[in-house]
């Protein structure tokens, strides 16, 4: 299924959810997920938006939670939308932070894993993170499409906002 054969204007997520991506100087600290959808791969700690609770309380929450580190100077790092047969439909906010309070922990469902910029090991990660988390880490602001089946990448359209 193409991206372009979903009608992105009627179309409703199952699911809200958000990931964070904290960068300090020219590294990103990743998680190892132990448990849930994405279990044992590599991403960024987050999780689905609870009720009353906006998408960069969330991916502060989850963060909290996941590593035991709070971020700080969080920022908008872009919007993504996940539509499959087989897995909920998910509109992601995407956050970044460039430093956090407290020392990242392993918990119950992550082990946190630092890397450089520039080697990010994508190959354990989903298939769509390497077309639009460069560009995030790099400062833009993103929106992405994609469908998958399964864990499959069917389809992507990546864009950059424009101020």
Not at 4 to 30: A, G, N, R, Y
Request: aromatic share 12%.
């Amino acid at each position: 299924m193409k991206v372009t054969d979903i009608d992105w204007k009627t179309w409703q997520p199952e699911e809200v959810s958000t990931l964070m991506f904290v960068k300090v100087h020219k590294e990103v600290l990743l998680i190892h997920k132990k448990r849930g959808l994405g279990a044992g791969k590599i991403n960024g700690p987050g999780g689905r938006v609870e009720h009353a609770e906006s998408p960069m309380q969330c991916a502060i929450r989850e963060t909290e939670e996941e590593l035991n580190i709070t971020p700080k100077n969080v920022r908008s790092g872009g919007e993504l939308f996940f539509h499959s047969d087989d897995f909920p439909k998910t509109h992601g906010y995407v956050f970044t932070a460039d430093s956090y309070a407290g020392s990242p922990t392993e918990t119950d469902e992550a082990i946190p894993l630092w890397f450089p910029v520039n080697r990010i090991p994508y190959g354990q990660m989903w298939e769509d993170d390497k077309f639009w988390l460069p560009k995030v880490l790099g400062g833009a602001v993103v929106d992405g499409w994609f469908t998958f089946t399964g864990e499959t990448l069917l389809d992507h359209l990546v864009t950059i906002r424009q101020d």
